[in-house]
């Protein structure tokens, strides 16, 4: 049986080397590789080819969403799975409306996470039983009735949108990626039910969601 090809992917060098004890000299397994949450990760799996990225998204996960959902977007069916570890519940949602095979909280135990990659690797999809009564009980959300429904940044990202701001015009203004800035404005246009910028921002108007 040929060993599974592990890629850990983390903004933090300690959580980096963290997961690569955890995951060292596993039966089944073979970790190829460390690497941070960069804009050139999409052109590193060529090199890589990892069958399973082990992503840690650090302790602002919706910082690195965008590039999350990039590189499962870019993914073709051979493509590497992705399993996502998260400080809390908060972000659960976002993180798993990129698109993640496997969701689990930054804790877990070495067991958990080889527990996790082996379903992973059979196509299920994994939720550690502390984030998946949030995902569960969520209901859907077709159109939006309050500015509550935003979060704070995707009300920023939202306001520049507004202003004519470009994707890259936004991710330097606020900091952030331009995979960050395309992830929220998907989000945004979902949650507004708009099919596209123009439309969310008309929407946004008459909500009373935008600064004029």
Do not use: C
């Not at 995707?154 to 202003?163: F, G, P, R, S, T």
């Amino acid at each position: 049986m040929v060993d599974l090809r592990l890629l850990i992917v983390a903004p933090d060098p300690l959580a980096r080397a963290g997961l690569a004890t955890l995951l060292a000299d596993q039966p089944g397994t073979l970790l190829i590789g460390q690497t941070n949450s960069s804009n050139t990760l999409p052109d590193e799996l060529d090199t890589y080819r990892p069958d399973i990225i082990i992503w840690d998204l650090g302790w602002e996960p919706e910082e690195h969403l965008g590039l999350v959902a990039d590189v499962i977007g870019d993914e073709d069916e051979s493509g590497p799975a992705v399993i996502a570890l998260l400080p809390d519940e908060e972000q659960a949602g976002g993180v798993w409306s990129a698109g993640v095979e496997g969701l689990l909280l930054r804790e877990t135990s070495a067991e958990q996470l080889l527990a996790a990659i082996t379903a992973v690797s059979q196509g299920l999809t994994v939720i550690t039983a502390d984030l998946s009564p949030q995902l569960l009980s969520a209901p859907p959300t077709p159109a939006l009735d309050s500015a509550e429904a935003l979060t704070s940044r995707e009300q920023e990202v939202l306001q520049l949108v507004a202003e004519g701001l470009t994707n890259k015009a936004i991710a330097q203004a606020l900091s952030i990626s331009e995979h960050t800035v395309k992830f929220h404005i998907n989000t945004i246009m979902g949650k507004l039910n708009a099919p596209s910028r123009t439309a969310a921002v008309v929407r946004a108007t008459r909500l009373g969601l935008i600064l004029l």
